[in-house]
């Protein structure tokens, strides 16, 4: 490597991770790496808020999405290529056209990972519901309240997106916002028709002062019912799915396998 790519190459690298050092121990003086992640999952829940306000992020279930791998990865692939970019053209249109590749992959990375996410966290919550249902109705059953009962129900049913959403709601209400707000604004986040009805017998009971224990079990026994529907017509469309595969790669490879002897015999009866 000759001096004028060193001075090329090497001081701006030295340059940017000297600014860089600096930031980052200005982030942590004083602060534990702790906050500083909380600082930084914090920054992206805002951001993914505001991208869902602005009709950004559209599909349903962004909301429900906790984890900071899908922006994290994001952001490290923008930065893999934006270096990729400029290690091959280091002049200021290089530099330019490496930073709108890199955002415009790292974008794309972002939404086909949030949207991912977002699918999975919707089919946990139906997944998770029923046995919430059925907790719920137990814990009414033995003399709790509707507003204890939920608290108790977040905790005790398997970690995911619906205990968080139910933590969500339970804290909501415990900072003062109205119910009929709270639960109103946990409907939107979560657009899963049954947790909706499962909500709407919540808010009811709460209003009416009806017994909810008998209602409750009875929807989880319907959601219980839909499950194994869906679950039912998943496996019958598997024999459709499989039929592809069959007819083009395996049936082929089969026969191939069967009739290369008769295949070879003829050939060399032929041949000779």
Same mark, same amino acid.
């Given at each position: 490597?000759?001096?004028?790519?060193?001075?090329?190459?090497?001081?701006?690298?030295?340059?940017?991770?000297?600014?860089?050092?600096?930031?980052?121990?200005?982030?942590?003086k004083?602060?534990?790496?702790?906050?500083?992640l909380?600082?930084?999952?914090?920054?992206?829940?805002?951001?993914?808020?505001g991208?869902?306000?602005?009709?950004?992020?559209?599909?349903?279930?962004?909301?429900?999405?906790?984890?900071?791998?899908?922006?994290?990865?994001?952001?490290l692939?923008?930065?893999?290529?934006?270096?990729?970019?400029?290690?091959?053209?280091?002049?200021?249109?290089?530099?330019?056209?490496?930073?709108?590749?890199?955002?415009?992959?790292?974008?794309?990375?972002?939404?086909?990972?949030?949207?991912? @996410? !977002?699918? #999975?966290? =919707?089919?946990?919550?139906?997944r998770?519901?029923p046995? $919430?249902? %059925? &907790?719920?109705s *137990?814990?009414?059953?033995?003399?709790?309240?509707a507003?204890?009962?939920?608290?108790?129900?977040?905790?005790?049913?398997?970690?995911?997106?619906?205990?968080?959403?139910?933590?969500?709601?339970?804290?909501?209400?415990?900072i003062?916002v109205?119910?009929?707000?709270?639960i109103?604004?946990?409907?939107?986040?979560?657009?899963?028709?049954?947790?909706?009805?499962?909500?709407?017998?919540?808010?009811?009971?709460?209003?009416?002062?009806?017994?909810l224990?008998?209602?409750?079990?009875?929807?989880?026994?319907?959601?219980?019912?839909?499950?194994?529907?869906?679950?039912?017509?998943?496996?019958?469309? @598997? !024999?459709? #799915?499989? =039929?592809?595969?069959?007819?083009?790669?395996?049936?082929? $490879?089969? %026969? &191939?396998?069967? *009739?290369s002897?008769?295949?070879?015999?003829?050939?060399?009866?032929?041949?000779?």
């Open positions: 490597m000759r001096a004028r790519d060193v001075l090329l190459v090497g001081a701006p690298m030295l340059l940017g991770g000297s600014i860089l050092a600096a930031f980052l121990l200005r982030a942590w004083g602060r534990p790496v702790a906050r500083t909380l600082a930084y999952r914090s920054a992206h829940d805002r951001l993914t808020v991208l869902v306000a602005k009709r950004i992020l559209r599909f349903p279930g962004v909301c429900l999405v906790s984890s900071l791998r899908h922006w994290a990865f994001a952001e692939f923008a930065l893999l290529v934006f270096s990729a970019g400029v290690s091959f053209d280091r002049s200021a249109a290089g530099l330019a056209n490496a930073a709108a590749t890199a955002a415009l992959l790292g974008s794309g990375v972002a939404w086909i990972s949030l949207r991912g @996410a !977002a699918r #999975k966290a =919707l089919h946990s919550v139906r998770d519901l046995v $919430a249902c %059925f &907790l719920f *137990l814990l009414l059953e033995s003399g709790m309240g507003s204890s009962a939920l608290q108790e129900m977040s905790g005790a049913i398997p970690e995911g997106a619906l205990a968080g959403e139910l933590a969500e709601l339970v804290q909501s209400r415990a003062g109205p119910r009929g707000e709270s109103e604004r946990s409907r939107q986040r979560v657009p899963v028709e049954e947790y909706r009805l499962f909500l709407s017998h919540v808010l009811q009971g709460e209003r009416l002062g009806i017994g224990s008998r209602s409750l079990r009875e929807l989880s026994t319907k959601m219980l019912e839909s499950q194994s529907h869906r679950a039912e017509t998943i496996a019958q469309q @598997a !024999a459709v #799915k499989m =039929l592809f595969p069959l007819v083009f790669f395996i049936f082929p $490879a089969v %026969f &191939l396998i069967i *009739l002897p008769v295949i070879l015999g003829l050939w060399d009866k032929f041949a000779g």
